[in-house]
């Protein structure tokens, strides 16, 4: 991606990995929001931190990845999620963040591994200009630099399931607010959650809702087809934002809820308007999940008396995935892939050739998660 609506497909020397490296031979790679915003041009990233920064063009985009380890750089090889050494052959998802393991966030305990104040990632902070260039996953081959995190795909999961754990492991919200008690705050077996934007992500925050034991799911969106994706996820009150007021809206989710308001909503709509309605849309004492405001898009008015103070509510701000939900989410989806329609999830497979329409297509209620195949369709 040369800049905002400018894709090409080019060549590249194949690369030798260096010592501690490795080069993967990619078998998909997902197509993002974060990806369609810098398609758009809407490409300052993490905005407000030290790692501020416009998207450095060109690049190689592609952060959600699954591949196939064709090379290892001399060397001890790298490694797995237990610690053991991987090899040519081996299927893995490895992490799309690579951190500097000396600033005060990587250095200290309990950080998200996106707020290294140093932090490098796939797909979208390093150029294609830099050789080895291949540093993103819409590519027949990705370099996977030292450093980089590795997580073994199990046997039985398919990959482009595999594809998935990135966007799974972004609901570490959830996890999170297992933890909180303070204030009424958090996230019990049993409790309502209510999931605003349902693309991929908010699927994937329906799923792990399910999971960890929601006794009710809530689905908002503004598009039909992607409500009855919700239901197949568990969701039994789908709102049409398209077709309702967000006063409508919380009227609604009040009157199934004994009048009080989910205890949990996780906004992944990706736009920052929907974020006073996932605020109102909470019980007194509730939690919200602000999980899809990846991408700068401006502010929004609220009113903190009405809005958090009063109903003391809990927000959670997520800006990621971390690093640990990578081997849980793999085993999450490998467990469950019967049990929840994860693949419905993933409603289209294009070719290098096709990610400039596919961009399009993604936008759009038709379409779900968008995977590339880099190497075509490989035989199952
Ligand atoms: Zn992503
Ligand atoms: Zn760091």
């Known amino acids: ?76 090889p790298p490694v797995d999620e237990l610690g053991r050494p991987l090899a040519v052959g081996d299927r893995v998802v490895p992490a799309p963040n690579l951190t500097c393991g000396r600033c005060r966030f990587c250095l200290g305990e309990g950080y998200p591994y996106y ?70 705050g958090g996230f019990r077996a049993g409790d309502t959650v209510a999931v605003i934007g349902i693309g991929p992500l908010g699927l994937m925050h329906l799923a792990k809702a399910e999971l960890l034991g929601a006794g009710r799911l809530i689905a908002v969106d503004l598009m039909g087809e992607r409500l009855g994706q919700a239901r197949g996820f568990g969701a039994d ?20 809820t004994g009048g009080l308001g989910a205890d949990v909503v996780v906004d992944c709509s990706g736009v920052a308007d929907t974020f006073p309605e996932a605020l109102e849309l909470a019980r007194p004492g509730g939690t919200v999940i602000e999980a899809g405001a990846f991408v700068d898009m401006g502010a929004v008015p609220i009113n903190p008396n009405r809005h958090i103070c ?21 085993a999450l989806l490998d467990r469950h892939q019967q049990r929840l329609p994860f693949a419905r999830a993933i409603t289209h497979l294009v070719s290098l050739d096709e990610v400039a329409s596919a961009l399009e297509l993604a936008q759009t209620g038709s379409a779900m998660k968008v995977l590339v195949a880099p190497n075509g369709e490989p035989p199952s």
Request: a negative charge; glycine letters at 12%.
């Open 310 to 330: 009063t109903p003391g509510l809990t927000v959670l701000g997520v800006g990621g995935e971390t690093l640990e939900q990578y081997a849980p989410s793999l």
């Open 115 to 184: 707020l290294c104040t140093a932090l490098d990632d796939y797909g979208n902070s390093l150029s294609s200009a830099r050789p080895p260039h291949l540093f993103g996953g819409w590519s027949q081959h990705m370099y996977l630099l030292p450093g980089t995190r590795l997580f073994r795909v199990p046997d039985g999961l398919p990959s482009q399931l595999a594809a998935l754990t990135e966007v799974l492991a972004v609901t570490h919200g959830l996890d999170a607010a297992r933890s909180i008690t303070a204030l009424g």
């Open 1 to 76: 991606m040369h800049g905002p609506g400018r894709l090409t497909v080019e060549r590249f020397p194949a690369p030798e990995p260096e010592p501690g490296a490795a080069v993967l031979r990619m078998l998909y790679s997902g197509i993002c929001g974060t990806d369609k915003h810098t398609w758009r041009g809407e490409s300052l990233q993490y905005a407000g931190t030290d790692h501020e920064r416009p998207v450095p063009y060109p690049i190689i985009c592609g952060h959600e990845n699954v591949g196939m380890i064709e090379a290892i750089g001399e060397g001890p």
């Open 237 to 256: 009150l789908l709102l049409d934002a398209s077709a309702t007021s967000q006063a409508e809206r919380v009227a609604q989710v009040r009157a199934a």
